[in-house]
């Protein structure tokens, strides 16, 4: 399995580390999911998921009868912007998707680095309503959209807008903020062959994908970090770079 930055460029195991750290995202080409699972295995722990096939794993590709708003992602049909299991207290932490038969036509992944969105909340000066933007989730509690922790250092984000879940202002003055996150800054295209796909921070970056024609396959890695790790702090959020630019994510 050969571990790279979106420019292509090789990558050992412990810089894959540390881009997803920097970066967010590393992107993964001639590799088998057995090979995946072993780059996680010393330092993440498999994230349990309703529809998985084993611990942290599931098969993704069209399914009839998953059919609605849950299970769009066993359709054809494009997947907005999200981060995965927003709507619940604890997400996974590493979001990997790993590609086994590619789309005849369609299917682009999707990418978009949610720094980018922070940083442009930043510059609008409108972080400071930040608590009152919400992940309006039926039964359960409203998690804010962007949130920083308390030390002010680490950010995260958790999005996802549909019948499920979606983002609104709970007070006036959180409307420009809302409204914001409403016009997301156009994500990054990505078209993986069979071998390919990448691995993210999920509460950094959204990912997303296009409608498709063809026989569309993929097994998608949910992983938190082990407690133990040096990168457990990934399991609150990230740093935002000094100087963030648009074109991290970008191959």
Wanted: hydrophobic share 35%; proline share 7%; net charge positive.
């Amino acid at each position: 399995m050969r571990l790279l930055t979106p420019t292509g460029r090789r990558l050992s195991t412990a810089k894959a580390k540390e881009g997803l750290v920097t970066r967010g995202v590393v992107f993964i080409d001639q590799a088998t999911i057995d090979e995946v699972r072993s780059f996680l295995l010393d330092w993440t722990e498999p994230y349990r998921h309703p529809h998985e096939s084993s611990p942290g794993i599931t098969f993704i590709e069209p399914t009839p009868s998953r059919e609605g708003e849950n299970g769009k992602g066993f359709t054809c049909r494009s997947l907005p912007l999200h981060t995965d299991r927003a709507h619940v207290t604890t997400q996974p932490t590493i979001v990997g998707c790993l590609y086994t038969t590619q789309a005849r036509k369609g299917g682009e992944s999707l990418l978009l680095d949610g720094g980018r969105v922070i940083k442009e909340a930043s510059k609008k000066r409108l972080l400071a309503h930040a608590d009152n933007v919400v992940l309006l989730v039926p039964g359960r509690p409203w998690p804010p959209v962007i949130k920083v922790a308390r030390d002010s250092t680490l950010w995260r984000i958790r999005y996802r807008s549909d019948a499920l879940a979606r983002p609104h202002a709970a007070t006036v003055r959180a409307r420009p903020l809302l409204n914001l996150l409403r016009r997301l800054p156009a994500p990054v295209d990505h078209t993986f062959a069979g071998g390919q796909g990448y691995l993210i921070h999920n509460l950094r970056v959204l990912h997303g994908r296009r409608s498709f024609i063809g026989d569309r396959r993929a097994v998608r890695v949910l992983a938190t970090v082990a407690r133990s790790s040096d990168y457990a702090y990934l399991n609150e959020g990230f740093h935002l770079p000094v100087e963030h630019h648009s074109g991290e994510i970008r191959g």
